[in-house]
């Protein structure tokens, strides 16, 4: 979470620093543009004073002199140039008068007109600057002073004023982001903490709490609301299994003294509409001693622990060898298929109960001829499968069979609580797996039972 925070405040800084920095790059660009520019600008001035002057007088040695002395002074190329676009005095051999910029300033100037310079100094523009002023004014121009400046010194001091800005903007960011990180720990070290806590109490460790010490005042009276439900959900869970218990150890007695009671009225029953009723009495006894028995399996559900690994090879080696004597009591066929060393995660001991409850249901209550297993791997998941090739259920009653007491309309004679899947479902969905019934075609019921691998 903490890095998450992170991600969000630092992007944000730099949209910040950018915001403010990008408009102050623009700023440094054009203030040294136009400060090198009004420099140049100045020097082309007094140069076409000066070149006035000469031209009025045919005096030009000493303007040439002066110009050569700028040049090597200060690496500008400084071009007298005519009306006609001759070049009447230069610093250099050459003096490039097909260059645009250079046109563009020439015609300007002869218009009697002081050009701009279309030049920026961005560190990508590696052009010179060219300056262009008109000897004389307005229909009196009679040549153009014309200077070439080279831009490395332009955009060097850019460039250092661009790592100057960077430079001051990244130290409060990261002033920033120093401080955001222990205060970000210290606001977030209460919600790590509870995620801990929820996280063991979601296992079962219900003795678990809540710092309530640190962090802000907000997270704090949020960990004293947990700690006061937990406090709630622990002692809930105390009084459900005190009433298990109570109930496991008051009912059975007198389950077992009122079987015991029905049996020994067999003797004294002489029609045979009443060994009937005494029939009937005993068998809704058993059958009030198994739906006790599948409740209190159901209510310990609540306090099954974490998932854990277990390796099913293993497990059904322990468990193959009753499914086969069950099978085979009912005619059955049990066909195993599952590769060596697979494992998945179950709730403690869920497993095989699951399988044994699944594979008994196809046993009695299929009406086939077969019972296979099977299992394999898929994206990191383990899919196991109990299929028969009996009557199966409709969609509607594999709807219905994941309910706690649902029972199909045709097993109502068959012994059974309809208790059985619900709390399979249930087991499997504590280990974070699913349970789910599907046509087995042409004919049958197909389970399958997904967990983690």
């Known amino acids: 979470m903490l890095k998450r925070l992170l991600v969000i405040v630092v992007p944000l800084l730099v949209a910040l620093v950018g915001a403010l920095g990008v408009p102050l790059a623009f700023a440094v660009v054009q203030r040294e543009t136009q400060a090198t520019y009004l420099d140049r600008l100045g020097d082309a001035s007094r140069f076409a004073s000066l070149g006035e002057s000469a031209l009025q007088s045919n005096r030009l040695v000493a303007l040439q002199e002066e110009i050569k002395r700028y040049d090597q002074l200060y690496g500008v190329a400084v071009g007298l140039i005519s009306t006609d676009r001759k070049v009447l005095l230069s610093t250099r051999d050459t003096f490039d008068l097909d260059d645009q910029d250079v046109k563009n300033g020439l015609t300007a100037a002869f218009g009697g007109y002081r050009p701009e310079p279309d030049y920026s100094g961005w560190p990508w523009h590696t052009g010179p600057l060219v300056v262009v002023e008109p000897v004389g004014r307005d229909s009196e121009v009679v040549a153009a002073v014309v200077t070439v400046s080279p831009t490395g010194s332009l955009r060097t001091e850019v460039v250092r004023q661009w790592g100057l800005l960077a430079l001051a903007g990244l130290l409060p960011m990261l002033a920033v982001v120093a401080a955001a990180w222990p205060m970000s720990r210290w606001v977030l070290r209460p919600v790590r903490r509870l995620d801990e806590a929820t996280a063991k109490v979601a296992g079962g460790h219900l003795d678990v709490r809540a710092d309530e010490v640190g962090g802000p005042p907000e997270l704090r009276r949020l960990a004293r609301s947990f700690n006061t439900m937990v406090d709630v959900v622990g002692r809930a869970l105390r009084r459900q299994r005190a009433f298990v218990s109570d109930a496991s150890h008051q009912l059975r007695n007198p ?29 809704e006894a058993e059958e009030m001693g198994r739906v006790l028995d599948t409740l209190l399996a159901a209510t310990r559900l609540d306090s099954a622990s974490a998932a854990e690994p277990v390796e099913i090879d293993t497990l059904l080696a322990t468990h193959v060898p009753a499914w086969r004597a069950l099978a085979l009591q009912a005619g059955m066929k049990l066909t195993v298929d599952v590769p060596a060393d697979l494992s998945v995660q179950e709730p403690p001991g869920g497993l095989g109960s699951v399988l044994d409850e699944l594979v008994s249901n196809a046993v009695r209550l299929s009406g086939g001829t077969t019972v296979t297993v099977t299992a394999r791997p898929h ?8 299929l028969d ?27 059974g609580t309809g208790l059985g899947l619900a709390i399979c479902a249930e087991l499997i969905e504590s280990a974070g797996g699913t349970l789910t019934l599907h046509d087995n075609k042409p004919h049958g019921l197909e389970v399958v039972v997904t967990l983690s691998a």
């Open 255 to 283: 389950l077992a003294s009122l079987r015991l009671a029905v049996d020994n009225l067999a003797p004294h029953v002489t029609t045979e509409a009443a060994r009937e009723a005494q029939q009937i009495a005993v068998d």
């Open 379 to 386: 994206n990191g998941h383990v899919a196991l499968h109990v």
């Open 389 to 415: 090739d009996g009557e199966g259920l409709s969609q509607q009653e594999r709807t219905q069979a994941l309910d706690r007491f649902w029972r199909a309309t045709k097993h109502q004679n068959i012994t």
